[in-house]
């Protein structure tokens, strides 16, 4: 990390970064032991968080437009949660906290279930070597995982600039109880709550079309 980064990790994390009991791996979450999300933001508000925040770029900007809700940055690289501390301190954010962890881990484990409002997964690591492809984070195992953590009525909004991918995070969706499409055709609208990030310059550029999901968790009658 970069002499800022060190210091945001030294000054913002012990304010920001969210303390987790660990099990065997360095970003795992020992299971039993949750948060409770109105401790942590102090306030009761909507949560939404991001699985892969990166840089943090789309969770900041997102964090900045929207005080009203509460935010949780996910992601297992400590330069990118140090690079997002720096971004939020120059914001002035109160209602964002990072956590370096494995994210079905924090779905499972750490938040409470039932707590989110919205979930995001922009622009996850694709794989796209067909032997890695079961490394991919959208699998048929991710959907309950998900579920379990937003609310009834609560939001799924994912985006992709690989095709195969995008068709592969449909499949999953589509055929899993737990959700339901909010969007008409084959793709939903852009999501005007995600900043253009490098991720998606770089995919445009590449001239990849992007992809955007939206799903609803069911509410059970």
Partial sequence: MSDAQERAWAELAPHMVLNVERDA???????GTAVDPAAVWEREAP???????????????AAASAPDRNFLAIEVFRAGL??????????????LRLVEANA??????????????????????????NKHNKRRLVTPGFAPIAAGALREGGMLRLATDWEDY??????????????????????AERFDGRILTAFERKGA????????????RVVRA
Avoid: C
């Fill in 25 to 31: 791996a360095a970003t795992s979450i020992l299971a």
């Fill in 47 to 61: 949560l939404v968080a991001e699985i892969g925040s990166g840089q943090g770029h789309a969770i900041v900007h």
């Fill in 82 to 95: 140090a690079r997002t501390m720096l971004d939020a301190e120059r914001a002035g954010l109160q209602n």
């Fill in 104 to 129: 079905p881990e924090v779905l499972q484990h750490l938040l409470p279930a039932a707590s989110l409002d919205e979930l995001w997964v922009f622009f996850p690591d694709p794989w796209h070597k």
């Fill in 166 to 187: 995008a068709l592969q995070m449909r499949d999953v969706l589509d055929e899993a109880p737990e959700f339901e499409r909010v969007f008409e055709g084959e793709w």
């Fill in 205 to 216: 550029r590449a001239g990849r079309a992007i992809r955007d999901l939206a799903y609803r």
